[in-house]
């Protein structure tokens, strides 16, 4: 069935329309006049309209021209009523319909052109349908590529400054045995020389030698803590950004989410408003899984990040009595679930924005039922490296006053 709209200001061809179209089952409304007509379109939003061109009450083709030109109309299929005579006329003055019939009308001939207005409707809507998936895959494309290039630059930047800082951190090594010696040379000297000249005393109670000698080692070892972060953190960066150009590849996840949480550990600590978010880590004896392992990590960086965002969210929402006693915790549980697959659940307690996602996730993403992808756009783009690229399972649940905890499962080995 099917929205009309008929103007036509002769009586008997409206009286023809309205019985025969009615009697299909369609919906119509006919009027007599164009003004009446426009208002009546904006308030219908038909499927089609019929406008007779032949009345002189009747400016057809101003009609058409500003039903076109609403955007809320623009679908509507609009269907001329018009002479074999006056279609010449018509043709050469370029009127924007997209149908025409001729007068008198043939019951056959009126059907058949309301049955093309639905199919042209159906064509639109599709084609309405390929285009948001069309501009959905570009933006998909855009946002991989540019992962890619910053996956490349990272990787690039690490690469670049880990040669210098393997090169200070493997030299502190011989600086720390080179300083162990000469301090306890040092020692020798002092027991040897049992009365030193006024000028080594003097040196000795200006740099205060005892202090120095206890000190030095220490700020050595605290050089190699220091540079072996660094590299830690290099090396980290280094596995986050892989290259996926060759393709799938065994990943260690466990490895995956502690790289990921050695990138985020300078979100952790404690803040103005809030206290430090304590990761509580339950790691299960997971086997290697194939996958795209950049991707992979891309995934986890952006829930951790986004559960983050949301407890920073919750202490600033809270008063601040409450918010001192707010205990931030994110918790990161991995398991095997079949000989198939594994599951990562990634859960925070914020009690602040937390609610029933039942109906707020089903469009577009997550929900208290196995979700659909979620709504920031970085749990998007999480949604569809583990549904589209990997196969596997994305689902949110979030309750009132708990938190909200996203469970992720991944096949051991891609088909």
């Keep these: 069935m099917a929205k009309i709209l008929a103007i036509i200001a002769d009586t008997v061809t409206f009286q023809v329309v309205k019985e025969l179209l ?15 007509g426009l208002d009546l379109a904006k308030e219908l939003s038909p499927d089609a309209i019929i406008c007779d061109g032949t009345s002189p009450q009747i400016n057809f083709l101003e009609v058409c021209r500003l039903v076109k030109a609403e955007r809320e109309l623009a679908a509507a299929y609009f269907i001329l009523l018009t002479t074999p005579e006056q279609f010449d006329e018509v043709q050469a003055l370029d009127a924007p319909f997209d149908d025409f019939l001729f007068k008198p009308i043939v019951k056959q001939e009126l059907l058949a ?95 205060d030698v005892e ?4 000190d030095l080692l220490k700020i050595v070892s605290s050089m190699r803590t220091g540079s072996d972060r660094i ?15 060759s393709g799938w590849q065994l990943f260690d996840v466990s490895d995956g989410l502690e790289n990921t949480l050695l990138l985020l550990q300078h979100r952790l600590p404690a803040r103005e408003g809030r206290r430090d978010i304590k990761v509580i880590k339950q790691f299960g004896n997971l086997p290697q899984i194939e996958c795209y392992a950049g991707l992979l990590n891309q995934a986890f960086l952006n829930i951790i990040n ?20 707010f205990k931030p915790v994110i918790l990161i549980t991995t398991q095997v679930v079949d000989a198939q697959r594994i599951s990562i ?38 949604y569809r490296i583990i549904v589209e690229q990997h196969k596997g399972e994305f689902k949110c649940f979030s309750e009132p006053g708990k938190g909200t905890k996203i469970q992720i499962e991944i096949p051991l080995r891609h088909s």
């Design 345 to 382: 659940e990634i859960a925070d307690n914020d009690i602040a924005h937390s609610k029933d996602t039942t109906a707020e996730i089903s469009d577009p993403f997550l929900g208290s039922q196995p979700a659909e992808p979620p709504i920031s756009s970085g749990l998007a783009l999480s």
């Design 22 to 36: 009615s009697q299909e089952g369609h919906q119509v409304r006919v009027v007599s006049d164009d003004k009446e």
């Design 113 to 207: 052109r309301v049955r093309a207005s639905k199919r042209s409707r159906e064509l639109r809507a599709r084609l309405e349908l390929t285009q948001q998936e069309l501009d959905l895959s570009r933006d998909r494309m855009l946002q991989n590529e540019k992962m890619s290039s910053l996956g490349e630059l990272v990787s690039g930047i690490a690469h670049e400054i880990n040669n210098p800082i393997t090169f200070i951190y493997s030299n502190l090594t011989h600086v720390q045995s080179y300083a162990t010696d000469l301090i306890e040379l040092l020692r020798l000297y002092q027991k040897e020389l049992v009365n030193p000249g006024a000028e080594i005393l003097q040196k000795q109670q200006d740099m």
């Design 306 to 325: 986004h559960a983050i965002d949301a407890l920073e969210e919750s202490a600033q929402e809270l008063e601040e009595l409450e918010s001192i006693k």
């Design 231 to 245: 590299r830690q953190i290099i090396l980290s960066l280094q596995d986050f950004s892989r290259s996926d150009r």
């Design 211 to 214: 202090f120095v000698l206890d």
